[in-house]
């Protein structure tokens, strides 16, 4: 185990990452399920439920080249009961095309 000095003198030792990090893939071994991903987001306006098969394969190649611990899909956010979840398919109206002005009212006082 190699240790370093910090500018106080004292020394660290290096440790392991925490629970969540994610290091990145240096070699590619999942470049291509990454940008299979974020093609499908591009193509869909950001709405991740249309990629969401994409984003499982992704995960799963990142966990099966030890880029990630292994986690059971529901922690992850998939839930083999897909149907039963909400899905918003498209985003929600935004007060601006209705016609609001931010800070209107503001000034009318």
Known sequence: ???STTLSGRSTSP???ERGSFPLDHLGEC???ARAYL???KANANLTTQCRPLAKEFLACR????LMAHEEWAALGFHE????LPVADEPTPRREAAG??????VART
């Open 1 to 3: 185990m190699t240790t």
């Open 15 to 17: 440790r392991a990452p």
């Open 31 to 33: 470049r291509e399920f």
């Open 39 to 41: 093609r499908c987001m």
């Open 63 to 66: 966990m099966d080249t030890g």
């Open 81 to 84: 009961e897909e149907d039963a």
């Open 100 to 105: 609001f002005v931010a800070g209107l009212a």
